[in-house]
Each structure stands twice: as C-alpha cells, then as structure tokens.
C-alpha cells in the first residue's frame, strides 16, 4: 500500500444497506455559496440533521486526514454495495485514482462522483456521476464560483455520453440569485442534452454573513413543478428543518 495522503476527512457508512460516503477537503472553484461553509461533516448524522438549521451555526473544519493505508483499513471490513464520493471536490485529491481502484477492485463497490464539473473525472473507473451545475449564465456562474463555464457544460456532455456511466444533474435554489428563472434555464441546458436525466433542485441552506434566504417550502414545490414540464425527472429537497425522515440510518466511521 502506497504511503500516500488522501484528502479524506470524514467517512459515514449505513450497515443496512452498505451505502458508504467519503468526504473530500479542497476545491478547484472558489464559491460564494457552499454548504462546507457550514456544516463540513455529513448532514444526515443524527448530531448534524437540526443544528445546521440554527442560522448562526458553522461546524469546524477537518483536523485530520486518512493515509491511503488508514482509508483502506478503515473500509477493509464494511460491505460497500455503493459508495459516494462528496465534496468539496474529490477530483483534487492526488490520490483519488488510488482510492478508486482500491473501491472497484478489492470492495467491488458501485462508485458514484460529486463533482462540479470543473475537470473531467476518471470515467473507467466510475459508475455514477451526480453533476452539481451552479449556474449557466455566464456572468452569474463567474461571479457565483469566480469561473467561466464553457468548459463545464462542455464536460456535462461528454459525460453523458460516456458508456456506462449515469449521469444526475442538481442544482441549489437560493432565491433572488441563483433564482426561479436561472434554475429552469438549468433544466432546460439539461433537457437539451437528455430531456430524460434526472435533475434535483435543493433549497439553498443559508450561510452566515451572506444576504440570501432559504426558499419556503411552497416556492421550492412550485418551482419543481415547472421544472418537471422541461425535465420530468425532476425532484426536489425541500430543506425543511429536518422533519422529512431519512431513507436510512448512518453512523460516523471516522
């Protein structure tokens, strides 16, 4: 085993079902919004679900990050039927292609990328890629990630039509700037590449010191509507303090 550094920080894992999620620390765009502003470890743990809903709270940042040989220990006994890789961004870390051989070759796990589409990933050795598009006008997506997107939704494409691999798109809804209209021009990008990809909108988690709200529940409902004439696939996480249950239980590996 090499003895490399990863830039994974935290791992949770559901013994049920043998979903596992590794998160990766740094990124490659540089934005305004971002839910690691807040809450850096996962939300879905039962000491994170509510808290991140207290508008003054920020978790702390990670402290410590796994070997290639301590990540692979700590997998080494868990069944990974799929695995998700999160962010930040998992394609900046020097070791990912390490870690997704060590997944698909020694776990026979399914992989599934997080990633916003910055870089093109290493397809081979993926299964999934949930595709986060912040914005398509050019001029907010700079002034949102500090980044043109020519490059992304070109690599949007080429992943779509990549064999094998399945494609997600999701983007956040944050009233007022990354608003109604620019999430339907979203799904329409979307629908022009493949009307039938499935396409999730999240309701924008507010982040301290920044001016915009979360969207009610009945705005982000409506707004799913819309978007399902233009992508029926369309679903929607409502963002709502923490009362919609889990699909299942996690617990915090490291």
């Known amino acids: 085993m090499k003895k490399i550094k990863t830039k994974v920080y935290h791992i949770t894992y559901s013994r049920d079902i043998g979903i596992c999620s590794l998160y990766f620390w740094g990124c490659n765009i540089r934005c305004r919004i971002c839910l690691l502003k807040k809450e850096a470890f996962d939300c879905h743990l039962p000491e994170n679900r509510l808290r991140i809903y ?6 702390p940042r990670p402290r410590r990050f796994l070997s290639l040989k301590e990540l692979c220990e700590r997998l080494s006994n868990l069944t990974l039927k799929t695995t998700f890789l999160m962010g930040a961004e998992p394609l900046c870390d020097t ?3 390490d870690i997704l051989e060590y997944l698909k070759q020694q776990k026979r796990s399914h992989i599934s990328l997080l990633t916003n589409g910055f870089q093109l990933p290493p397809l081979a050795l993926l299964d999934e890629v949930i595709f986060s598009i912040k914005a398509v006008s050019p001029d907010l997506h700079r002034n949102y990630t500090g980044f043109d997107n020519a490059d992304i939704l070109k690599n949007f ?14 983007t956040v809804f944050i009233p007022d700037y990354v608003d109604e209209g620019e ?9 022009s590449v493949d009307r039938e990809l499935p396409f999730r909108i ?13 969207p009610s ?14 992508l029926p696939r369309a679903t929607c996480f409502y963002g709502d303090q923490g009362r919609t249950p889990l699909a299942y239980d996690i617990e915090k590996i490291f």
């Open 54 to 59: 207290d508008p003054d709270y920020r978790s």
């Open 95 to 97: 070791a990912l292609e």
């Open 157 to 170: 494409r080429t992943i779509n039509s990549a064999p094998g691999i399945r494609l997600y798109a999701e």
């Open 183 to 191: 999430v339907l021009k979203i799904a329409a990008f979307i629908a």
């Open 202 to 214: 999240d309701a924008y988690l507010p982040i301290p010191g920044l001016p915009w709200r979360a």
């Open 217 to 230: 529940v009945g705005e982000i409902e409506s707004l799913t509507e819309k978007a399902k004439e233009i």
